[in-house]
């Protein structure tokens, strides 16, 4: 299999604003809105050229949320910009109401989520933007893990039709998915074979789990790794054709341990093949001003975190 | 139809008031007052002001669109609707009952036809209105966003975030309209939260401000149809228009009582001996 490795990083936020720029030159109907944070969501280039199709919406994001629903009348294509804070808990009930149950063809996509906002600290470090969205009924929630898989999501979902959430981040982070790979929402990605112990990852955790894998490699522990990108909907047969194999779970986000990937598959596994699950999550707190990888360290999301969950669960297994 | 005359319009008023007190007696549950006294503004727009096409588009490509925003008032647009031939008058009786298309509040999720956007958690229609009028700007399509909002809603923030950026944008190609009654669930809205002027709030926020009385047909058509002479002049438009609360039933005026309370079967009686069956009751 492709060894993966990097030579260059980047924000993913930055795949994104280059996936949308290439959106808004092969769909007319593509539109976007942003709230005040055109840089931090890299939307410059979609602004200048396709300056009709661009909406400034100043910092309002509740009339944001809204504006999006009704630009679908009358087909566009929404895709809403700003932090995943301001993003989801801001504006849930705008989201529940005017997109989700009405099924509204928009693109919520968010950035700085996670810890790896860094320095702005807990106010804006979104962590339970993923449960709180995908328990939305027909909502898809996509988690992409680098620049390259956050362009090829964003391009995606120009052409996905329905409600739908798009996490990137803050951080310069490897980028170490081919840009060719290809990219189906809802169809997990197995990165590395193995045998011992399945590990589950979505966003910059897809990284954390590769240097994990290396780690536990060298201990003689065989894992396969796996991005989830798509939370929902999950790709259920992924998930128990790797754990009927290795017998074991690990799963890895940078999110509340409650509400988020974790949750989706110990849900799986426990009702259609129990097996030992271990989580590498924030433990139901807040977090704080740091640098994304003191952050990391600190809340408990390092490779080495990592390492650790995967020996515990291998020791659970019968 | 051909254009319905000020009679007609009047009839049909009376007609859809009936329905509007017969659903929510039927399921003992929902918002009489403010549909009651919104009939005339439901009527003059659908059966004189919208540009209508035949059937129902969820684009609404070429036709005028209309959205509710405060939509616990579902029993005024159902009617409506249903009278305008968006869906057979006899399903108005299914009303909020299990397996019904016409939900309590207004929702697209069971394919009712005449709805575009769920509504009932209040303040979020005026933003959905202006992002469809932009579309139709986007789609070089002429013709125009309504949108009815009450006027205890205009204590939600996001009517404000809206209001700032129709004007901004120049969204003209919208009209907007308050039911201006006073009343709201706790009580008159200026013991509850007051607005004070709200003409003026309006005014500064960039809109034309336009005011008729809501429950005088001849003054609802003469409104909206001058409300349409001010789109596309830059600005937006909103009407502030003055009804009363469950207006055409005596004991259901001039209080907040009855916004969201079923008559009994006595109280049934009372209401439709007050208003005529123009039409035949569904």
Known sequence: ?318 | MSQPNLNQLEKLASQIRRDIVRMVHACQSGHPGGSLGCADYFVALYFHILKRNPGFSMDGTGEDIFFLSNGHISPVWYATLARAGYFDEKELATFRQLNSRLQGHPATHEGLPGIRVASGSLGQGLSVAIGAAQAKKLNNDNSLVYVLMGDGEQQEGQVWEAAMYAPHHKVDNLIATIDYNGQQIDGPVKDIMDLRDLKAKWEAFGWEVLEFNGNNMKEVVAGLERAKTFTGRGKPVVNLMRTEMGYGVDFMMHSHKWHGVAPNDEQLEKALAQLEETLGDY
């Open chain 1, 1 to 318: 299999m492709t060894k993966f490795t990097f030579t260059e990083k980047k924000d993913t936020r930055s795949g994104f604003g280059v996936g949308l720029h290439e959106l808004g030159k092969s769909n007319p109907n593509v539109v976007a809105l942003c709230a005040d944070l055109i840089g931090s969501l890299k939307m410059g280039d979609f602004k200048k050229e396709f300056p009709d199709r661009f909406f400034q919406v100043g910092i309002a994001e509740a009339n944001m949320m809204g504006l999006a629903a009704g630009l679908t009348i009358g087909g566009k294509i929404p895709f809403t910009g700003t932090f995943a804070n301001f993003s989801t808990g801001r504006v849930y009930d705008q989201i529940r109401q005017s997109i989700a149950y009405s099924h509204k063809n928009v693109k919520i996509c968010a950035s700085h989520a996670g810890v790896t906002l860094g320095e702005d600290g807990a106010t804006h470090q979104i962590l339970e933007d993923i449960g709180m969205m995908k328990m939305l009924p027909g909502m898809t929630v996509i988690v992409p893990c680098d620049y390259n898989q956050t362009k090829a999501a964003t391009v995606a979902l120009g052409n996905h039709h329905g409600p739908a959430y798009l996490r990137f981040g803050r951080p310069s982070w490897p980028i170490f998915m081919a840009p060719d790979r290809p990219f189906t929402i809802g169809k997990a990605d197995k990165l590395i074979d193995g045998k011992d112990v399945s590990i589950f990852a979505c966003g910059h955790m897809v990284w954390q789990a590769i240097e994990a894998e290396a780690a536990l490699a060298e201990k003689g522990i065989s894992a396969e790794v796996i991005n989830i990108h798509t939370i929902k909907p999950l790709d259920v047969e992924a998930v128990l054709e790797s754990v009927q194999k290795t017998g074991c779970a690990v799963t890895c986000e940078e999110h509340q341990i409650n509400g988020g990937l974790g949750d989706s598959i110990a849900q799986v596994l426990s009702r259609h093949y129990p097996a030992p699950v271990e989580m590498v999550a924030v433990n139901d707190s807040f977090g704080e001003s740091g640098t994304p990888t003191q952050l990391l360290k600190k809340y408990g999301l390092a490779p080495e975190n990592i390492v650790s969950a995967v020996e515990k669960v291998i020791g659970r297994k019968k």
